[in-house]
């Protein structure tokens, strides 16, 4: 598995766009889930993972591996989305806003989950503030570490673990509640 | 009341199973694609400059290597290197002529190396006419080997 990646990274280094391509498939359903779950818009998270794999392209030749591939694009997908999320935010505050929340309807999250479980979960998950729907995700979804998060997020591993604490509590409320 | 760690599996069991559409693959592709080329033709230059350093100072070290082997190449060995004889080291009876006419000379002039020359003739026998022919000047250049 490292291996096979180890390969992929040095045929991209190589200016290989069959690697490049590979990579692409291998990661972009797993990239795309990740970045729906975080801003909850498909339109949005697609444009995350697109510029995600520019920027990644543009690092041809320059790109080293410390840990997964597939670590490493999920932290870039979650620093994205939390730029993206910070956009969206002060957006939402002006005069667009209104029009911007009719227009979007239930489309984007319907359109590109298939199970209804799945479509729950995402939504329950989009009631946590954004900070600790981010580590929740990360841990839980792209199998990454606590330290991994905090290294990527720029975070003391102590303010992570509490986020996921917090996170996961509320979580469990919300559930307990629905069920309830 | 679900607990905290069946709250866990069950987020990380409700993953959302999302498909991208041909639409978006090919846009990212094609954008990354010509993003990965742009970034590799921006770096051309600077490999090309470090190839052409790398072609000079191999041509430098090929030019000095050019050199050396063959100056090395053509030293004779030391059995077959040529002794230039020094014309006054000819031989010792030369060297000794040489010397003392010189000391002759320093001593009183072209008269005392013409005195010593016929005290010479005359103590090895020689007439001095049967050196008619010989001159002073032809003397000194068989003493200098000139």
Not at chain 2, 32 to 37: F, L, S
Not at chain 2, 71 to 90: F, G
Request: net charge neutral; aromatic share 6%; glycine share 6%.
């Amino acid at each position: 598995m490292k291996i096979n990646e180890n390969i992929l990274v040095w045929q991209f280094n190589r200016g290989s766009r069959d690697a490049l391509q590979r990579i692409y498939e291998k990661y972009k359903e797993d990239l795309l889930g990740l970045a729906i779950t975080l801003l909850r818009d498909r339109s949005l998270a697609e444009d995350v993972v697109h510029d995600v794999f520019v920027a990644f392209a543009r690092r041809v030749g320059k790109f080293r591996l410390s840990g997964t591939l597939r670590g490493y694009l999920s932290t870039c997908v979650a620093n994205a989305a939390r730029d993206r999320n910070r956009l969206r935010s002060n957006r939402d505050c002006g005069l667009d806003a209104v029009a911007d929340r009719e227009n979007a309807g239930e489309g984007p999250i319907a359109l590109a989950v298939d199970q209804e479980e799945s479509q729950r979960l995402i939504e329950r998950l989009g009631r946590l503030p954004y900070q600790q729907r981010e580590i929740v995700v990360l841990h839980l979804h792209q199998d990454m570490r606590f330290r991994e998060i905090a290294e990527a997020l720029d975070l003391s591993i102590n303010t992570v673990q509490s986020r996921y604490r917090y996170g996961l509590e509320k979580l469990r409320s919300i559930m307990n509640t629905v069920t309830i | 009341m679900i607990s905290f760690d069946k709250t866990e599996a069950l987020i990380k069991h409700g993953k959302a199973k999302v498909r991208t559409g041909a639409k978006m693959d090919k846009r990212v592709l094609e954008d990354a694609i010509a993003a990965m080329d742009e970034s590799l033709n921006s770096e051309r230059p600077t490999t090309t400059s470090n190839f052409s350093k790398w072609v000079l100072s191999v041509s430098a070290a090929a030019a000095v290597l050019a050199i050396a082997i063959p100056l090395l190449m053509l030293q004779p060995e030391p059995s077959q290197q040529i002794v230039v004889q020094d014309p006054v080291q000819a031989s010792p009876v030369k060297q000794l002529n040489m010397l003392s006419l010189t000391l002759a000379y320093h001593r009183g002039g072209i008269e005392a190396v013409d005195r010593q020359s016929s005290q010479a003739y005359a103590e090895l026998g020689t007439q001095r006419g049967e050196t008619k022919g010989l001159s002073m000047q032809e003397l000194l250049s068989e003493g200098n080997g000139v």
